[in-house]
């Protein structure tokens, strides 16, 4: 479809191990941001991404929390060394031009660690 | 910081109810004012928005008015429908400068 595409939409780790979520934006869209949701919580920001360029990661974690867009298409957010508190929906969304408020959101990559 | 706060859930209403989710805000500056919904099963989409003071955003039979002076943008639906089931999310963005921040979400249950 046409829309903001996640993978994997479910993913348990065990305590330590290293998980990358990926993310495909609407072809064409600029902008592109990460999101992580816990349990019964609203979406909190964690990094914004214009094109190739990360503007923004004042709301990762962590240095555990990486996330990178090499080409202003595909995104990738890895978290290493998994702690349980990671555990959480983790959402991408993109839009058409730079930040305006008007996301399109894919349908998120829920992480359970053990 | 920016931050929003809206009304707890669950929402339990009947059919053909009339809907308001309180939602009041926090911001340095002069900002956008959003509505997402979350269906079942789906990603968050946008309901409605309103940029600017008195504007009203609406969408779906749902309204919403920018009230500057209370720092406010209630979410209202004069007939709830069952398929409005779903969380509904209050947001801001201070345009350009800063990723949208948003509410805990309210759960809406509309029930035959």
């Known amino acids: 479809g046409a829309g903001v595409s996640q993978s994997p939409r479910y993913k348990v780790a065990k305590r330590g191990q290293d998980v990358a979520l990926r993310c495909d934006p609407i072809s064409g869209h600029v902008s592109l941001f990460w999101y992580q949701q816990a349990l019964g919580q609203g979406p909190e920001f964690l990094t914004y991404f214009q094109n190739e360029a990360q503007l923004d990661k004042s709301g990762l974690p962590s240095d555990r929390f990486f996330a990178e867009r090499p080409e202003g298409s595909v995104s990738t957010l890895k978290i290493q060394r998994t702690q349980q508190e990671d555990s959480a929906v983790y959402l991408c969304a993109s839009s058409k031009t730079r930040n305006t408020g008007e996301l399109f959101f894919g349908e998120g990559s829920r992480l359970t660690v053990l | 910081g920016d931050s929003v706060t809206q009304m707890e859930g669950p929402v339990t209403l009947s059919e053909e109810a009339f809907l308001t989710i309180n939602c009041t805000y926090t911001?340095?500056?002069?900002?956008?004012l959003f509505w997402y919904v979350q269906y079942p099963g789906e990603g968050l989409q946008l309901l409605l928005k309103a940029t600017k003071a008195d504007d009203k955003g609406s969408n779906k039979g749902f309204e919403a008015t920018y009230r500057k002076e209370t720092t406010s943008f209630h979410l209202e639906k004069g007939s709830v429908q069952v398929s409005d089931s779903a969380v509904y999310f209050c947001a801001l963005s201070e345009m350009g400068n800063t990723p949208l921040v948003f509410g805990k979400g309210t759960r809406l249950s509309v029930i035959a």
């Open positions: 911001a340095t500056g002069y900002p956008s």
